[in-house]
């Protein structure tokens, strides 16, 4: 038996049938985020606004 890294949705412990999570719902859930964008809102701001924001002074 192969050891199988946690359900990244709830980490619960996955199901075989549904590496790497654990249950069909849970894999949906995953999907969905990844066609909603939110994976990319996170990691995607705006450089300019960063700039602004480091400025104390
Ligand atoms: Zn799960």
Do not use: H, Q
Not at 18 to 41: E, N, Q, T, V
């Amino acid at each position: 038996m192969t050891k199988l890294p946690p359900c990244p949705t709830c980490k619960k412990p996955s199901v075989f049938d549904f590496r790497p999570f654990c249950s069909k719902r849970c894999a949906d859930i995953d999907l969905a985020r990844w066609f909603k964008g939110d994976y990319r809102i996170e990691g995607d701001a705006e450089p300019e606004n960063k700039e602004e924001l480091f400025e104390d002074e």
